[in-house]
């Protein structure tokens, strides 16, 4: 899929909206605006979300659709929220989402015990 680019390639400063033409009349619209907050995703976040609304935020029907289990689907759903949450506050994605990600799907693969795992999410809340 072949997305706008949200950051300068040679600075990484964001990128704003500045024109919009009409493909048919040529009519263009000059000012200044914003994007897309679910286009500033992942790759792979927008695919999750485009699969989260396919299955009307049904997880047992995305279970079905991914072969993932419940708490590695909750896990991708908190990861695109804070995602979002962290857009509209200005910082970037925060790599705890990552490392709880990781965790869940530990547990999942039987890698983990659920004991084990609370634990390490603890520490990860304190951190």
Same mark, same amino acid.
């Given at each position: 899929?072949?997305?706008?680019?949200?950051?300068?390639?040679?600075?990484?400063?964001?990128?704003?909206?500045? #024109?919009?033409?009409?493909? +048919?009349?040529?009519?263009?619209?000059?000012?200044? %605006?914003?994007?897309?907050?679910?286009?500033? *995703?992942?790759?792979?976040?927008v695919r999750f979300v485009q699969l989260f609304v396919t299955c009307r935020g049904n997880i047992k029907e995305m279970e079905r659709e991914t072969? *993932?289990? %419940?708490?590695?689907?909750?896990?991708?759903?908190? #990861?695109?929220?804070?995602?979002?949450?962290?857009?509209?506050?200005?910082?970037?994605?925060?790599?705890?989402?990552?490392?709880?990600?990781?965790?869940?799907?530990? +547990? #999942?693969?039987?890698?983990?015990?659920?004991?084990?795992?609370?634990?390490?999410?603890?520490?990860?809340?304190?951190?």
């Amino acid at each position: 899929m072949r997305r706008m680019p949200t950051h300068c390639p040679s600075c990484n400063s964001p990128m704003h909206i500045t #024109e919009l033409t009409c493909s +048919v009349c040529e009519t263009t619209v000059r000012g200044r %605006y914003t994007g897309c907050p679910i286009c500033e *995703l992942s790759d792979e976040n927008v695919r999750f979300v485009q699969l989260f609304v396919t299955c009307r935020g049904n997880i047992k029907e995305m279970e079905r659709e991914t072969g *993932l289990g %419940y708490w590695t689907i909750r896990s991708r759903l908190d #990861e695109v929220v804070e995602a979002l949450q962290a857009q509209s506050a200005g910082t970037p994605e925060p790599s705890i989402i990552t490392r709880r990600r990781d965790i869940l799907a530990a +547990v #999942e693969r039987g890698d983990l015990s659920i004991e084990a795992a609370e634990q390490a999410l603890r520490e990860l809340k304190r951190s």
